[in-house]
């Protein structure tokens, strides 16, 4: 189990804690199947599911396993662990608890106090450790691997539904276990749509074609965008294409611990903002990568987080245009003592297919 939960029941002041989500369920116990809950007090680690993980569970954790069923359900196991306990506060998962799932602990468990951990829990996962960056690394190799597949496979006339399977299958077959997320795959004015569904649009003569798209390698994620032109770039889109650019290399190269999230984000956005497309540019400069595709710390203008060694980070600089189209950039980065490392390969210069 992760050391610094103990610090964290400490910390809080309270006799146990409850752990529901399934990211920070693997992150503490090492279990992968994610149904289930843990409780951890500094007498007892159990961790709680039900007999389609129970022999799973104890190969990839060193928690006392309990089964749930029937006649032993959920909230009656951990009842016990609590009565063992003679447990009066239970930390909970306030900020990914469901209402009801909240409402049916409280009515069942005998707890007088219980005590939201608010994000608390989720900034244990902030600094990765030696291990977690090497599946992090991999991760991001493995989406290097795909973009360079797919330079030799994009032809105009494919649809982007095409493009986003091929996408796909090459990361599968470069040693994906699965997606970050759904691939983003947009050409031509569909581009000009951050979170664009890739649909049956065919690639067109002198289209934008944004790929944003990201692989699980060992539970962990990794996060990728380049943008290519299908035929030769016009004035305009070499304009856009070069602003965005170098709004992700002064930012990245910007980056040192100490830092705050808000300070990278308004390298790149006073840069975009003074070549006169600030309001082009909406979402965040980026975002922490893990177990899960979206954590924090967050390059945002509002993210006071400081940042750390060893924290992952994405910069991802973009420009959208309505009707015309746009540009996304992003590489996934390792913070470290005295800058950064970049844990994407893949060229950065404008590619013309």
């Known amino acids: 189990m992760n050391d610094n939960v103990n610090g964290l029941i400490s ?15 693997r992150y503490i116990s090492g279990f992968r199947g994610g149904e289930g809950v843990l409780y951890i007090s500094r007498n007892q680690h159990v961790l709680i599911t039900d007999s389609r993980y129970t022999e799973a569970a104890g190969k990839e954790s060193d928690f006392t396993v309990a089964e749930e069923n029937r006649e032993n359900p959920r909230t009656e196991l951990l009842s016990k662990c609590i009565s063992q306990d003679h447990a009066r506060s ?57 973009f360079t597949a797919m330079l030799n496979f994009i032809k105009e006339g494919q649809t982007e539904l095409e493009v986003a399977a091929r996408l796909e299958y090459e990361m599968k077959m470069n040693g994906a276990e699965g997606f970050s997320f759904d691939s983003i795959v947009a050409s031509g004015i569909n581009s000009s749509m951050p979170h664009a569904v890739p649909s049956e ?41 070069d602003i965005v650019l170098r709004a992700h290399k002064v930012s990245m190269a910007a ?78 980065i390792l913070i470290t003592e005295d800058g950064y490392e970049d844990l994407a390969h893949s060229p950065k210069e404008l590619i013309e297919l």
Request: charged share 25%; aromatic share 8%; glycine share 10%.
């Open 90 to 146: 239970l930390g909970y998962e306030d900020c990914s608890m469901l209402c009801s799932d909240f409402a049916m602990f409280k009515k069942k468990l005998n707890v007088e106090t219980w005590v939201p951990m608010g994000q608390t829990v989720n900034e244990l996962r902030q600094i990765k450790t030696p291990e977690e960056l090497d599946y992090l690394r991999k991760a991001e190799s493995i989406g290097d691997a795909a």
């Open 11 to 25: 910390q809080k002041n309270i006799d146990a804690l409850l752990i529901t989500d399934p990211y920070n369920m």
């Open 255 to 332: 980056v040192k611990p100490g830092m705050k999230g808000c300070e990278v984000d308004k390298v790149a956005r006073d840069l975009i903002t003074e070549a006169g497309y600030g309001d082009c540019f909406g979402h965040g400069l980026g975002h922490s990568v893990g177990l899960y595709i979206h954590e924090e710390p967050r390059f945002s203008m509002t993210d006071q987080t400081v940042l750390k060694a060893n924290m992952i980070e994405t910069i991802e600089p973009g420009i959208y245009v309505p009707g015309f189209g746009g540009v996304r950039i992003e590489d996934m």
């Open 201 to 241: 649009k065919k690639l067109e003569n002198g289209d934008f074609l944004t790929m944003d798209f990201g692989c699980i390698y060992k539970g962990y994620c990794s996060d990728m965008t380049r943008t290519v032109v299908i035929g030769k770039a016009d004035s305009r889109q070499k304009e856009i294409y």
